[in-house]
Structures are given as structure tokens and as C-alpha cells.
């Protein structure tokens, strides 16, 4: 009814219909307040119940047990590259692990595609002592690495449990469409050592246990809402600090500060209220569509496009080893640019867009978040079967 176009972007991204009009009704006037959302006070009773309503159903869809804490916050997964190199530093178990050892503890990266070896960027760049664990996998012809697969577990350079201060990974690589199953990792990493993971491009398109990671960080744009809000689950134990006045803890930026936000109800300063706002009204969608049917529509909408990718494979190539590949941002080639380019034309005359790959590798990219009905995969399937047969 709104002329609306299947949006295959990668972020920001679309969201359920149901949810934009609910925002649409309540825009002008919020359930009787006389106002916006965008234009209320954040130290307001209603939008308290805005913001803890949005954290209790987060925390009923994912079951988020009560010794984490939900935190909203700014900055993007960039701010949290650093956000959780700084955090796990100040953090007193950690602490008392480098004092045992004597010298700095390292910091874990499995590096599977550009945002991680983002995150490992920016704690090198902070001076921070890494360790890659893995980093894409090595053409056994030219040695030359690529994000298009996962070297086996067998193969992990992880630190020793004394001397690794937490391991971190990215869990769906946007832009090379890799996604790394969790299992593997939480189940190869020592217990003892915390686990960061970067969930940006597909919290919430499945059931996860939290009970395994140290802190899960993700950016809201993609299956959470609009830009301008920041995620952070985090156990509590990892909040707690030494003496405020040591170098670790003044070294962390208060807009970066997981304890800041957590002992002040993601309210310390003025929170993005008007995304935290859409937020709830997805998690309360998502509540409603339920995870688990959310996690079958992401096997069945990525499904249809990877098996017509297979029945062409020399027409459609996908770049990512099938055992890992993305359930939300898949990426493949066509023979050449100008069909690529082709390609994504005519598709948007289908009313179907966003279809280029990332500007860093080119290509198709396209993604299937959680507001992608299974329609808009079929639509694509069609032109995807339409287009082969056309340019074969
Ligand atoms: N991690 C992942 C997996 C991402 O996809 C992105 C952005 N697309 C980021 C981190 C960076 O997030 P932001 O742009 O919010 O800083």
C-alpha cells in the first residue's frame, strides 16, 4: 500500500512495516502525551517505561539470564571495537590475571572477514597486545589470504587460557558474507576466558546462549532498528573495577564506559531515545513473530537464493565455502562487471535495490534481515532465474 521497494541493504536496513506504522500513528502525539517520542524528556515516567520496556522484552526474547546486564549506547560497533578492549582492561578479574602474569594479557582476534580485523585494528591502534587466531584461509596455490571460509579449529592459534585476556570474534562478516557458527568458538575457547562477539548483522535472527559469551556487542541498524543506537550484553562480573583511580579505569572514556551506562540505566547522559524507542517496538515484533519462526525464515529466505546460486554455479558465483556461508548477507559474482551492473539495474526496475556489493569488494551483496519476507526472497529468486536465462 505505501509503494514500498524490496530493500536488500546491508544496513541501515529495512524494518517490519508493522512497526513503521506503528511509529507513524504514535508520531505526533504519543499515546496521549501530546508529543513525539523524539521530543520528550528523557528523565520522563513515560519514556522510562519506553526504555525499560524495550530491556525487559530483549531480555525475554533472548532469554538474557539476570547476571547480565542490556545497555544501550552510542557509538556503533565501531565505539565498540574499542568500548571492549577498554572495558575488559579495567576490569578487576582481568587485572588480577595480568598482575599474576607479570606482563600485558593478549587479546584474541579470529579475524573472518573486514569487522574483525576491524576490532583488531582499533585495540593495536590503542596499544593493546594481540594475537590473530585465525585469519581467513590461505590459498594452498598462492598462500594468498582470503575472507571466504574458515581454517578448522585445529588449525586456531589461541592463546594460553593465563595469558589471554579475552577472545573476540564477528559472528556474520557483513561485507564477505561469512558467518562463523558460535559453537565453534565457545566451544574451543577455555572457559575462563571471557568471549566478545560482535553480533551487528544478525542478533536477533536466532536464539542464542547468552550464558557463553563475556559481552555481545552490536550496532542496531540492521535487524534492531535505525542507526544512532548501540547494543551491549554484558556479564556483570566483567563490570566489576579496581580502585576508580588506576590508569585502566581512567582510561576509559565515560561515553565508552559499559559500568557508566549499566549503574545508571543506559541513562548517565542523554540516550539516542528516539531509536532505543523503535527498538522496543521491534523486539516486541520479534517477540510476537517468535525467534524461533524468525530462525526458520532466515533458513528458508537464504535457502532459496543460495539453491538457485547452486544450479548455476558458473553463472552465480558464490565466493564463500557453503559450510559458511551467510544466512543474512550473501554475496556472489556474476562473470563480469557489466553483467553485475546489469544485474542490479534491471532488478531495481523490478522494485528490488540495494544489490551492489560493499565499495571494499564489489559484486553482489544482497541482505536478508528479519523485515525480508519470504515474498521479497521469492521475488529475487524469480529474477535471478528470469536473468540467467536472458544473459546465460
Ligand atoms: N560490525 C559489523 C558486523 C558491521 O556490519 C558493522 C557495520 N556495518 C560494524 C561492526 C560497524 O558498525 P558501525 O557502522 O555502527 O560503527
Not at 10 to 27: I, K, T
Not at 100 to 125: A, M, N
Not at 334 to 343: A, D, G, V
Not at 364 to 391: C, D, T
Request: hydrophobic fraction near 40%; charge should be negative.
Amino acid at each position: 500500500p505505501y509503494d514500498r521497494v524490496w530493500n536488500f541493504s546491508a544496513g541501515p536496513s529495512a524494518l517490519p512495516v508493522s512497526v513503521l506504522e506503528e511509529v507513524q500513528r504514535d508520531l505526533l502525539n504519543y499515546k496521549g502525551t501530546g508529543m513525539s517520542v523524539m521530543e520528550m524528556s528523557h528523565r520522563s515516567k513515560v519514556y522510562d517505561s519506553i526504555i525499560n520496556g524495550a530491556e525487559a522484552t530483549l531480555r525475554r526474547v533472548l532469554k538474557v539470564p539476570d547476571n547480565y546486564a542490556i545497555i544501550f549506547m552510542q557509538g556503533g560497533g565501531t565505539g565498540e571495537f574499542a568500548a571492549s578492549y577498554l572495558n575488559l582492561f579495567a576490569c578487576k578479574s582481568v587485572r588480577d590475571k595480568q598482575r599474576k602474569l607479570g606482563r600485558p594479557l593478549t587479546c584474541d582476534y579470529l579475524v573472518t572477514g573486514s569487522w574483525s580485523k576491524g576490532g583488531l585494528k582499533e585495540v593495536k591502534r590503542l596499544g593493546g597486545t594481540t594475537n590473530v587466531v585465525v585469519d581467513g584461509v590461505k590459498s594452498a596455490d598462492s598462500g594468498a589470504v582470503s575472507y571466504s571460509s574458515l581454517a578448522p579449529v585445529s588449525e586456531w592459534n589461541l592463546g594460553k587460557p593465563e595469558e589471554t585476556a579475552f577472545v573476540y570474534y564477528c559472528e556474520n562478516e557483513t561485507i564477505h558474507g561469512v558467518e562463523t557458527p558460535s559453537s565453534l568458538v565457545v566451544d574451543a575457547v577455555d572457559p575462563s576466558v571471557p568471549i566478545i562477539c560482535d553480533m551487528s548483522s544478525n542478533m536477533l535472527s536466532r536464539p542464542i546462549d547468552v550464558k557463553r559469551f563475556g559481552a555481545i556487542i552490536a550496532g542496531a541498524q540492521k535487524n534492531m532498528g535505525p542507526a544512532g543506537v548501540t547494543l551491549v550484553i554484558v556479564r556483570k562480573d566483567l563490570l566489576e573495577r579496581e580502585e576508580p583511580d588506576t590508569e585502566a579505569v581512567r582510561g576509559v572514556p565515560s561515553v565508552l564506559d559499559w559500568q557508566y551506562y549499566a549503574s545508571a540505566g543506559s541513562m548517565p547522559h542523554t540516550p539516542p531515545t528516539f531509536a532505543i524507542y523503535v527498538c522496543g517496538l521491534v523486539f516486541k515484533w520479534v517477540e510476537e513473530m517468535g525467534i524461533d519462526a524468525l530462525d526458520q525464515l532466515r533458513e528458508a529466505r537464504a535457502g532459496l537464493v543460495y539453491d538457485m546460486m547452486d544450479k548455476h554455479p558458473d553463472f552465480y558465483r558464490g565466493v564463500v565455502d557453503k559450510q559458511y556461508r551467510s544466512k543474512m548477507n550473501l554475496v556472489f559474482n556474476l562473470p563480469t562487471k557489466e553483467l553485475e551492473s546489469k544485474f542490479a539495474a534491471e532488478a531495481a526496475e523490478r522494485n528490488m535495490v540495494q544489490l551492489k556489493g560493499h565499495r571494499s569488494l564489489g559484486g553482489i551483496r544482497i541482505s536478508l534481515y528479519n523485515a525480508m519476507p519470504l515474498e521479497g526472497a521469492q521475488a529475487f529468486v524469480a529474477f535471478m532465474k528470469e536473468f540467467y536465462e536472458a544473459n546465460c
